[in-house]
């Protein structure tokens, strides 16, 4: 695991933490994203209940998840992000991931929803706590036609595991998921399939001072050399009959999520930092069902998350 950035970012979290608890509007306008990955998204939880240890709990201001990363973000805010790592030993364990003929593989959302509403397990969102969270939350959802944007979780029809479930329809997997939200109601797939990285649009829209980013997956310049050369190629292939649009955004993934973290590394007003995984950290893909490598995976993210606080934080806090 790796901290790239500034460190004043996390402890910014801690001044703005300390003014609410004095009742004071906090110094800070705090974004936090996390990035997709499928079941690698285990370390999103991990790095979110970290923060909790750490005593953050209203501190950020403004929440963006793609793909599984909703999982770990709606525990947070629901009061409960250490049972958020369940979520996803409990998918393992129950076949959300399935393979088919010929070695296809599936994802059973369904089994996810379940896990998000408590159906089979206490792991369930709070939406009432949810809504009431001083974070605001939005979920990246890509439409049918290709475009992405950034939809308001807590205001997601029915619900915001709903949301979550939208963001992480990849096409080729799983079918499209239907989202309300305002008046309309309309299908979506993975955000990550047009905005991997929501590094513009989410400053374009919060204007914060400062970002933080937690990543689920390495910079693709770390990826398989598979991912890193033939998935561009071969992804259209997975998705015919889909509109051009989305088959080029699924295409050009790991390109879009290496420009925008390029264009993060280049803010200069904007205090910033990203906490990913490493060349050498535990290998994971989005469709590892491994329940041992997953908790592994999780204890090094979050171990590594636990240390960054201790080192961020003002004297006498941690």
């Not at 071969?234 to 080029?248: T, Y």
Request: charged share 20%; hydrophobic share 45%; aromatic share 6%.
């Amino acid at each position: 695991m790796k901290l790239e950035g500034d460190t004043v970012a996390l402890r910014r979290l801690f001044e703005n933490e300390q003014a609410l608890a004095a009742g004071q509007t906090p110094p800070h306008r705090i974004l936090v994203i996390g990035t997709g990955g499928g079941m690698s998204c285990i370390r999103t939880a991990a790095y979110l209940a970290a923060l909790r240890d750490a005593g953050i709990d209203r501190a950020i201001d403004h929440a963006i998840t793609v793909s599984g990363a909703g999982g770990g973000m709606g525990a947070f805010l629901s009061g409960m992000p250490h049972r958020a790592i369940r979520i996803f030993e409990t998918l393992a364990l129950q076949g959300f991931i399935q393979s088919g003929r010929h070695g296809a593989r599936s994802m059973q959302l369904k089994k996810l929803g379940e896990a998000l509403r408590g159906e089979h397990s206490p792991v369930a969102f709070d939406e009432k706590r949810i809504r009431n969270h001083r974070t605001t939350w939005h979920v990246v959802a890509t439409r049918m036609t290709g475009e992405s944007l950034l939809i308001d979780a807590k205001l997601a029809l029915p619900d915001s595991a709903q949301a979550v479930l939208a963001s992480s329809a990849f096409p080729s997997l799983t079918a499209p998921v239907q989202l309300g939200f305002g008046t309309a109601a309309e299908d979506f797939v993975d955000g990550a399939c047009g905005m991997p990285m929501p590094i513009s649009a989410g400053i374009k829209k919060f204007r914060p001072d400062t970002v933080i980013v937690l990543e689920s997956r390495p910079h693709p310049k770390f990826l398989p050399w598979f991912e890193r050369h033939l998935w561009p190629m071969l992804a259209p292939m997975f998705l015919r009959g889909m509109p051009a649009r989305l088959r080029q955004g699924v295409a050009a993934m790991d390109a879009t999520f290496a420009h925008e973290a390029s264009r993060l590394a280049r803010l200069q007003r904007i205090k910033w930092c990203r906490v990913t995984p490493a060349d050498d950290s535990i290998v994971l893909s989005p469709l590892t069902t491994d329940v041992k490598l997953l908790r592994k995976a999780a204890s090094e993210a979050g171990g590594f998350m636990r240390a960054a606080m201790r080192d961020a934080a003002p004297l006498g806090v941690v």
